[in-house]
């Protein structure tokens, strides 16, 4: 409680240290999200700086936005502006732009509730946010179910009558608990296939 009131007296005084204080705060939430969740899981970590830098950059928007007061419409206009955001370079997994719209998520909630003076929320919210994507990314008693595009030269088994016989080829030999998989492409000049496979983990 002390704390809270030092936080209190501070966002009065002098806002650019509370503004400071907020902004530690945010990134380290932040941080702990992509650290100790998302990168234990993350088959490619590409993402992380961009993560950690659009949750810095929208954190300071906000509190500039609450500094000339303007409305929080147009911080959420921002967040509408980053949330649809796409790059062409490569395709975005849903996982990745889930914890994208986590990270543009938190910044706002933060720099709201910091400016509203509204601590115990934001460490209440903090925890449960953290607390909810752990949560799920333990499974909850559901598997993950991963993709992944191959060429496959065992032609002779995409037939539907071999398709149980194709699962167990496809188990052998990438060491993957396959459980589906789909023809994308067949080749027969050069009998093989692009196939699409299903895999937990």
């Known amino acids: 409680m002390e704390l809270l009131a030092l936080l209190g007296g501070l966002s009065g005084t002098h806002p650019h240290l509370a503004l400071a ?13 992509i650290r100790f969740i998302y990168c234990r899981k993350a088959a490619n970590q590409n993402f992380v700086f961009t993560f950690l830098a659009f949750n810095s950059v929208v ?42 719209f986590i990270m543009l998520s938190l910044p706002i909630l933060n720099s709201v509730f910091f400016s509203g003076g509204e601590y115990g929320k934001i460490i209440v919210s903090d ?4 607390g909810v994507i752990l949560l799920l990314e333990t499974g909850l008693g559901f598997k993950h179910t991963l993709s992944k595009c191959i060429l496959y030269e065992k032609i002779e088994l995409i037939k539907p009558e071999r ?15 396959v459980t589906d998989f789909s023809i994308e492409r067949i080749d027969f000049l050069h009998d093989t296939a692009e196939i699409k496979i299903y895999y937990n983990i």
């Open 163 to 177: 398709k149980a016989d194709m699962l167990r080829d496809l188990r052998e030999r990438t060491g993957m608990n």
């Open 59 to 100: 954190y300071f928007i906000m509190g500039l936005f609450t500094s000339i007061e303007l409305s929080i419409g147009a911080g959420f206009g921002l967040f509408a502006l980053f949330s649809v955001l796409r790059y062409r370079t490569e395709a975005v997994p849903i996982r990745d732009m889930t914890y994208l």
């Open 127 to 130: 925890v449960l946010i953290i």
């Open 21 to 33: 204080l907020g902004f530690i705060f945010n990134f380290t939430v932040a941080y702990i999200i």
